[in-house]
């Protein structure tokens, strides 16, 4: 059975939601921040050094990463579901949205928590972050124009990636600038087990 180390208010969730959807048999073990720092207990570092999450046991593999984790999993146990075939056009494109969400369009929305949480002023970084903010959710909102999903017209690991940040934006306020990524979040709305991880996170967290 597969074990997810699932840390309370954290990027697991959209994994909870991929193996949900999956229909497979899994166990989450949950963690919960430090109240004071917001930092992830010790007691996960017993499982990867790196002490993060999210982070999954499977077939005596420990694996790290959400991408990763994700490619693995539809590679796995999704049958066909959940990615485009290899030898599609999509394919590319999937690979590079996949891997978007914690690279390009991550780094700024960090920043921007790092600078809001240390309170002080700064020359540069603040700016950056939000120009880069700006920059990223109008590609998105553009490339999502007249799409239900990021690749092609099928939920895919793209989508459970993305999900997490277009929720940090909903939490914002700032969605309703981008009337496409609205529009996009509703739809991932639409799927039950999303609904179903929700309720599991705040379960166990």
């Not at 949950?30 to 917001?38: D, H, I, K, M």
């Not at 959940?82 to 996949?98: T, V």
């Not at 950056?128 to 109008?138: F, P």
């Amino acid at each position: 059975m597969i074990k997810l180390h699932h840390l309370n208010k954290s990027r697991s969730k959209r994994i909870i939601w991929l193996l949900e959807e999956l229909e497979i048999d899994y166990e989450i073990i949950a963690y919960q921040r430090n109240s004071e720092t917001f930092l992830a207990p010790d007691e996960l570092k017993a499982i990867h050094p790196l002490g993060k999450s999210p982070v999954i046991e499977d077939n005596g593999q420990v694996i790290t990463e959400s991408g990763a984790i994700t490619d693995y999993l539809i590679t796995q146990y999704g049958n066909g579901k959940f990615a485009p075939n290899r030898d599609s056009k999509d394919y590319i494109d999937y690979q590079q949205w996949l891997h978007f969400a914690e690279s390009s369009a991550m780094v700024p929305f960090l920043l921007k928590l790092f600078i809001t949480k240390d309170g002080c002023k700064t020359n540069f970084i603040a700016d950056y972050a939000d120009h880069e903010i700006g920059k990223i959710l109008s590609y998105i909102n553009l490339r999502l124009t007249g799409k239900s999903y990021l690749v092609g017209e099928q939920l895919t690991g793209a989508d459970f990636m993305l999900s997490f940040v277009v929720e940090k934006v909903a939490e914002t306020g700032a969605i309703s600038h981008f009337p496409e990524i609205a529009r996009y979040l509703e739809q991932l709305k639409s799927h039950e087990k999303y609904h179903t991880a929700i309720e599991l996170e705040e379960k166990y967290g």
